[in-house]
Every structure is written in structure tokens, then in C-alpha cells.
């Protein structure tokens, strides 16, 4: 008696213990791979974003690296931190953590800023819509370091939440009215930063209506790590270009 084995490209996405729309929502977009891929969740404790130290603590390596070696028995093709702490701490801050990462599983690494940042120096963004539920503190640590990368934020949205489980409680409609108002100065994307938000389900509506590109976070994050598994991102569809985006990458 024969028996098929089934082993498709497996990605561990280390999330925030306090994510609800990240799961979901990644698991839809990896739906049109049936058996050949999958994804595969990790969590750490994180349940406020603020600029507090007891904030900033939940981002050391220790409980994320800890996170990621049990990722790894699950021998996945990568590891993704599905997070968007590098957006106000910086992207040093994804660079050391996905070395480490990579050091101690022994599985290649990356990150959702990490996604973005490839995307958005492919698409040439000189201008970015910014939404997000955060605090303005954490708003303006975003702006600076996109000022930094010569990325000029042309208009911001925020919620003034520091969550972050109340960030998913937001219904699409909502976080929709929001990109919508970022798109009326004509960016030349939109970025939704945060994984547990929900824009992925408005972006492709958005897209059509306005013709902004609009990157969500799960989204980017989802496309990259396809990408890099060697899958089509393409043959996702119905959350926004982002797909073919990462799809068309040289």
C-alpha cells in the first residue's frame, strides 16, 4: 500500500498574542494554494502599543526568538515576524531580529517592514498615505522614519487607540472611511500599518475607485512571504493589487 505524503511551503509567522484579524485573514489569502502552501502561527505577548517602556519591552528578542525556535519544528520554508514594530523603531530593529532569527532556527527570515520596504522602493513611493490605529506618538515616529528614507508622508490618519486588541474591533467600513480620506490627496500609495487592522478587505474597492494603491500590512506581508517561498502571489485575489505587485518584482 502506497501513501502520498503531503509537504507544501510552509511559512511561520510569529503574530501578537492579541491579534484576532491577522490569522484569519492570512489564511484566506493562502486559501487558492489548497495543499501546496500554508501558514503557521507563532505568538508572543503583546498587548499595548504606546511608547511606554512596558510597551517597548514586549518588543526584546528573547520571547520572539523563543517564539520563532517553535515555529521551526514545524519546519517551515520562513519565518515572518507579522508585525509592524519597525515602523517607529526602525528597520535596524527587523534586520538584527531576522539574523538572530535566522541564526538560531536555522530558517530564513523576514519581517512585514521588511515587506513593505521592497515594495514601496519598487513602486518608486516618493508620497505615502499613512493609516493606522496608533497614538500620535507612535504616528509621528512613523513619519519621521520615512522622512528618513525619503518617503514624504502626504497625508495621515490615525484612531488614537493604544490597543492592541481593540485594534481588529474597528469593522472594515470604518478602517475604509479612513483610507479614503488619505486617498483625496492623491498619494502614490497608502500604507495600513498594523496586523491586526482591517483594510485588506476595502483595499481592492478602494483601488478601483480612487486608482491609489493600497498596501495593507497582512496583505504585504502575506504577498512577500509568498513570493519568497517561491509561490505566485498573483494567484491571489480579491485583497487589493498588492498580489500582482509582489508578483511582478524583477
Not at 19 to 32: C, I, K, Q, R
Not at 149 to 161: K, M, N, P, S
Not at 218 to 234: D, F, Q, Y
Amino acid at each position: 500500500m502506497s501513501v502520498d505524503l503531503i509537504d507544501g511551503a510552509r511559512v511561520g509567522m510569529l503574530t501578537p498574542s492579541s491579534n484576532t484579524a491577522l490569522e484569519p485573514y492570512t489564511a484566506a489569502m493562502f486559501a487558492p494554494f489548497g495543499e501546496e502552501a500554508s501558514a503557521h502561527f507563532g505568538r508572543f505577548r503583546v498587548v499595548e502599543i504606546s511608547m511606554s517602556e512596558a510597551s517597548q519591552t514586549q518588543f526584546q528578542n528573547a520571547p520572539i526568538l523563543e517564539a520563532a525556535e517553535r515555529l521551526a519544528e514545524a519546519k517551515p520554508r520562513l519565518i515572518a515576524w507579522n508585525g509592524t514594530s519597525a515602523a517607529w523603531l526602525g528597520l535596524d530593529k527587523d534586520r538584527a531580529l531576522c539574523a538572530e532569527i535566522e541564526r538560531v532556527t536555522g530558517v530564513r527570515a523576514t519581517s512585514t517592514m521588511l515587506a513593505y520596504d521592497r515594495i514601496l522602493r519598487a513602486m518608486g513611493v516618493k508620497r505615502l498615505g499613512l493609516v493606522t490605529p496608533y497614538l500620535g506618538e507612535i504616528q509621528s515616529r512613523i513619519i519621521k522614519n520615512y522622512a528618513a528614507q525619503g518617503i514624504e508622508i502626504a497625508a495621515e490618519a490615525r484612531l488614537e487607540d493604544r490597543g492592541n486588541y481593540s485594534f481588529a474591533t474597528y469593522p472594515p467600513e470604518q478602517v475604509g472611511g479612513m483610507i479614503e480620506q488619505v486617498a483625496e490627496a492623491k498619494p502614490d500609495a497608502i500604507a495600513v500599518v498594523c496586523t491586526n487592522f482591517r483594510g485588506a478587505p476595502v483595499a481592492e474597492r478602494i483601488e478601483r475607485e480612487t486608482g491609489v494603491p493600497v498596501l495593507d500590512s497582512i496583505a504585504v506581508t502575506a504577498a512577500h512571504c509568498m513570493r519568497e517561498m517561491g509561490l505566485n502571489p498573483a494567484r491571489v485575489t480579491g485583497w487589493g493589487s498588492v498580489f500582482q505587485r509582489f508578483s511582478d518584482l524583477p
